[in-house]
Structure formats: C-alpha cells, structure tokens
C-alpha cells in the first residue's frame, strides 16, 4: 500500500477533541474513497488474471505440441499448466496485493468508525468532570467557581425567601 497515513489520522488528542470531532467526517470519507478505489483495483486485477488465464489456455489449446503436450490437453492438464506461466505468475501476484491493500483499507475503514465511537465516549468523559482535577483546573479555579456556585445558590435561597413573604402578606 502506497499511503500508510492513517496512523496518523487515526490518533485522537484528548485535549483537542473539537477538532478531532470536526474532521472526524471528513478523515472518514477520505479512507473510505481509498478503500473504493483499493476495491476498483483489485476487481480490475482479478479481471487481468481471468482474461490472461484465458489466453493461455486458448494457446495451450492450439499450440499444445509445441508446449511439450504429449496429446491434446485435457482441460485438468490446462489448469495445472496455467499456475506454472509467468504471464500468470505476474497477474496473481497483481491481485494478491491488490487484495492486501483493499483489505487494509477495510481495516481503516472500521478503525475509522471505532474512532468515530471512542470521540463520543471522550466527550461523555470530558463533560462528566474526568479529567478535571487539581492538576489541570487548579485550585484557584477551583475555589472560584465553588464561590460562584455558592453565590448562586445564596440567590436562590434568598428569592425563595422574598416569594414566601409575598405570599404571606396577600394572605
């Protein structure tokens, strides 16, 4: 395979998950017009390799005495004499990385979708407070946003207190 790349593209940044989320789509897409194109290719060699197969059993057929036939090839003396040509050797080893490379990129492919599945659980991570710690919120910040929520909740008490002396000076 031509472009290992995917490596790369695969890897997920914990600290950058917005981006990851962003051209997670398109990375995906990128894979998977490679994994087509991978798939093209080896249906064209599998083509190349039945049409040369075919040729050569048409010369084995009318050149069967120059070929070192003793009599006229039965069609199993044609097929175990096809594997051992070279035209046939070099169209075989064609489709076999042909077909490495279509199933690498279908690995990719998948490999892309449990990308796609791993980002989610890091967000649901990310917003369940899994990686806030001290280390990487601080204790200022902390402290701060604990004041803030007190604070509020200060607020909520007191307008809870005024709308029950509202009520109790209407009735």
């Given at each position: 395979?031509?472009?290992?790349?995917?490596?790369?593209d695969?890897?997920?940044?914990?600290?950058?998950?917005?981006?990851?989320?962003?051209?997670?789509?398109?990375?995906?897409?990128?894979?998977?017009?490679k994994?087509?194109?991978?798939?093209?290719?080896?249906?064209?060699?599998?083509?190349?390799?039945?049409?040369?197969?075919?040729?050569?059993?048409?010369?084995?057929?009318?050149?069967?005495?120059?070929?070192?036939?003793?009599?006229?090839?039965?069609?199993?003396?044609?097929?175990?004499?096809?594997?051992?040509?070279?035209e046939?050797?070099?169209?075989?080893?064609?489709?076999?990385?042909?077909?490495?490379?279509?199933?690498?990129?279908?690995?990719?492919?998948?490999?892309?979708?449990h990308?796609?599945?791993?980002?989610s659980?890091?967000?649901?991570?990310?917003?369940?407070?899994?990686?806030?710690?001290?280390?990487?919120?601080?204790?200022?910040?902390?402290?701060?946003?604990?004041?803030?929520?007190?604070?509020?909740?200060?607020?909520?008490?007191?307008?809870?207190?005024?709308?029950?002396?509202?009520?109790?000076?209407?009735?």
């Amino acid at each position: 395979m031509k472009d290992d790349s995917y490596e790369s593209d695969l890897k997920i940044d914990k600290f950058s998950l917005e981006e990851a989320l962003l051209n997670q789509a398109e990375l995906y897409a990128k894979w998977t017009a490679k994994w087509a194109s991978a798939v093209k290719d080896k249906s064209r060699a599998k083509e190349d390799l039945d049409v040369t197969d075919s040729e050569l059993t048409q010369k084995a057929r009318k050149n069967w005495e120059i070929l070192g036939f003793h009599k006229f090839p039965t069609d199993g003396m044609v097929t175990a004499w096809i594997p051992d040509q070279d035209e046939h050797k070099e169209k075989q080893l064609f489709l076999t990385e042909a077909t490495y490379d279509a199933n690498i990129l279908d690995g990719v492919k998948w490999a892309f979708e449990h990308r796609s599945r791993a980002l989610s659980d890091l967000v649901k991570l990310y917003l369940s407070g899994y990686y806030a710690d001290e280390k990487t919120v601080g204790k200022d910040a902390r402290d701060l946003l604990d004041e803030i929520r007190k604070d509020k909740h200060i607020d909520q008490l007191n307008e809870s207190n005024q709308r029950s002396l509202l009520k109790r000076r209407k009735t």
